[in-house]
């Protein structure tokens, strides 16, 4: 029994989420934890606590040199199943923002567009007005503006954890299809 000492769980946070899909993009190449924290927009010690929380959840693992590797399967099978409970869908008003869900690619081609404002990840250069659509990390939309192959990973996400059971279906078959081994 341990009487008096803090609880030792740790606790993944939405910006780990973040980090496994982008490393995930390219899993021959792993970047530095400088080069991952400028194009995501965190610091570099934000990108090494996410990747120890990671580790210890077994969505990664460290190879030989130290280096992290996602665990595609366990990572797959946290986005479609799990993610979307830990980090559940905020919403809020009108705004203009970047498109995410059934409203961004590649879900935008599959889904009939609704005759409603689509959700939108609030940012000051957006090119759509929907509702706000809370993003994982308040930095997602300028990574996702760097990176077009992490927008379509997190717009997908956010299909699963906000869409329709239609779009959560669609997004986690189209997850599985880029998270393949």
């Known amino acids: 029994m341990y009487r008096g ?23 021959a190449e792993v970047p530095t934890y400088a080069a991952l924290a400028a194009e995501l927009g965190m610091t570099a010690s934000e990108i090494h606590g996410g990747l120890e929380r990671a580790v210890l959840a077994r969505l990664a693992r460290k190879d030989g040199a130290g280096k992290p590797l996602v665990v595609r399967e366990a990572l797959k099978q946290f986005v479609t199943h799990g993610a979307c409970y830990a980090f559940p869908a905020m919403r809020g008003e009108a705004t203009r923002g970047l498109p995410t869900g059934y409203a961004a690619p590649p879900l935008k081609d599959k889904i009939l567009q ?39 990973l997190l717009a997908l996400f956010d299909a699963i954890r906000g869409g329709s ?12 299809e880029r998270l393949k081994s």
């Open 5 to 27: 000492q803090s609880n030792p769980q740790i606790v993944l946070r939405p910006q780990d989420l973040v980090v496994l899909l982008r490393l995930a993009l390219t899993p």
């Open 114 to 152: 609704p005759n409603e404002p689509p959700p939108v990840w609030p940012h000051k250069d957006g090119t759509a007005r929907g509702m706000t659509f809370y993003p994982l990390y308040p930095t997602v939309p300028e990574a996702a503006g760097r990176n077009s192959a992490l927008y379509e």
């Open 165 to 176: 059971a239609r779009e959560r279906a669609l997004a986690a078959e189209l997850i599985a």
